[in-house]
């Protein structure tokens, strides 16, 4: 089980879905920014938020406009005993870029207090280039504090979101010092960009090659991770461990997925029909399951109508946050309702991949 520490100060079960998540440790409990996060102090070139189209912002979407980080949060050791209190075996800390509030006192304060594991967005370990992706002229000071986690028996979890021109060419060297710091993991993403984003580009299939191979080279202890979206852009398999899966269902059935998914869905369920959903909201380039929004969802719908019979519409988690909202603030029985009503759609929305099976199996 992985859990949450809410801001009603009570641990809550959370999904990670298979599409867009790393595996995670049953026992983990995170920590991220809340409403006494204060300001990150990043202009980040590739931020997330500056990349939201104002149909997910809030209030009528789902996405904060704050840009906070979890360690400029005065309670934040407070709420780490806590986590302990209620029973969490790991608490991490999520959602910071060690730029504000990071120090050896407060990396003392942190492992004191029972912290297990924090998760950085590191990036690089190249002082100036930090400098240049965070737009934070202290960006450069948390390279010399990696050392000072594992030696406060705090793993790190380093984040590197992969820059063309900037921190991708610098790749090799900065797991080695990653290493060297003897950080725990290095999680590698390739750059999200949105139809909104004008200052860079994605990656090439070439170019993650190129870095995965670079990567394969290195003799490190340190493990180092892709995520899902680096693997299906460099044409893996995202789900090796599962079998093909042969089950006709007795009605028309939709599997429905983010692009980046899709074939390794087909090949998982080859008897059913996979639905990649272009994403019109943030741009086609985007392909994350994560980013999908009920707007897009519904325009698909409408083209998969046909015949006005009962069909079975298998939904991705990912698609909703904890309390089943999709980015654009349509929750999932407002939704459930328009797909049934509208287009003859009942609604499955498995938490894992494996429960797939199950449901087609029922249907």
């Known amino acids: 089980m992985i859990s949450e520490l809410g801001e009603d100060k009570k641990l809550h079960c959370i999904a990670v879905d298979v599409l867009d998540s790393l595996p995670e440790p049953d026992g983990l409990t995170i920590i991220s920014t809340s409403s006494d996060s204060g300001h990150c102090g990043n202009k980040c070139i590739f931020c997330y938020i500056d990349q939201n189209p104002k149909l997910v912002l809030k209030p009528r979407g789902r996405v904060i406009t704050v840009k906070r980080d979890a360690l400029n949060d005065i309670k934040l050791e407070q709420k780490i005993k806590l ?19 990071l120090n050896k006192t407060r990396i003392t304060s942190l492992a004191k207090a029972g912290l297990d594991q924090i998760q950085i967005s590191v990036h690089t370990t190249n002082p100036k280039t ?183 519409m298998i939904l991705p988690s990912a698609m909703f946050d904890t309390e089943g909202y999709t980015l654009d603030g349509i929750h999932l029985n407002e939704l459930t309702r328009k797909l049934l009503i509208n287009y003859g759609f009942i609604v499955q929305v498995p938490e894992k991949l494996a429960q797939i099976k199950n449901i087609l199996e029922r249907i």
């Not at 986590?83 to 509030?101: F, H, P, Y």
């Not at 060297?180 to 004008?198: D, M, N, S, Y």
């Open 130 to 312: 930090r400098v240049k992706l965070v737009q934070n002229p202290n960006a450069g000071k948390l390279i010399e504090l990696l050392p000072e986690f594992s030696a406060r028996e705090i793993e790190l979890i380093a984040d590197l979101v992969l820059v063309p021109n900037y921190n991708a060419k610098e790749i090799g060297q900065t797991l080695m010092d990653l290493n060297e710091a003897e950080a725990k993991e290095a999680r590698l993403f390739p750059v999200g960009i949105t139809k909104l984003q004008r200052k860079i580009r994605a990656l090439t299939r070439n170019e993650l090659l190129m870095i995965k191979e670079k990567v394969q080279d290195l003799n490190l202890n340190l493990e180092v991770k892709f995520s899902p979206a680096f693997q299906a852009m460099i044409g893996e398999d995202l789900f090796p461990e599962f079998k093909p899966f042969s089950v006709r269902p007795k009605i028309p059935t939709y599997i429905i997925t983010g692009e980046l998914s899709a074939h390794s869905l087909e090949r998982v369920f080859p008897t059913v029909k996979v639905v990649p959903v272009k994403n019109s909201v943030f741009g086609e380039s985007i392909g994350s399951t994560g980013l999908l929004t009920a707007k897009d969802l519904l325009r698909c719908a409408k083209s998969l109508n046909g015949t006005p019979s009962i069909k079975a």
């Open 83 to 101: 986590a302990k209190k209620l029973g969490a075996k790991i608490v991490r800390v999520t959602d910071t870029s060690g730029n504000v509030k």
